[in-house]
């Protein structure tokens, strides 16, 4: 059945931050999580390799804005 390939079924609120959803993986050892909206309705999924990407890319930036003496807006 489908769910053989899909359990476990974690899900992440949209409003979260990407360190719960990068923990919530590690955590359950899965890849991929669903995204829901307050009402619980399912808007997309995020995923493992993703957000290690956005999080080097914000990193990357905050370092390039650094140097060239900006103070980063958190």
């Known amino acids: 059945s489908v ?3 899909v359990e476990p079924l974690i899900f992440a609120k949209e409003y ?6 990068t923990e919530l ?3 359950n050892n899965v ?7 307050r009402a619980g309705d399912f808007v ?3 995923s493992l390799k993703q ?5 080097y890319l ?6 390039r804005d650094y140097q060239r003496g ?4 958190y």
């Open 16 to 21: 979260e931050c990407q360190t719960k959803a």
């Open 58 to 63: 914000a990193s990357r930036k905050i370092q």
């Open 51 to 55: 957000l290690e990407k956005e999080s």
């Open 31 to 37: 890849e991929h999580i669903a995204v829901t909206n």
């Open 3 to 5: 769910a053989e390939f």
């Open 44 to 46: 997309g999924i995020a």
């Open 25 to 27: 993986m590690l955590t």
């Open 70 to 73: 900006k103070t980063p807006a």
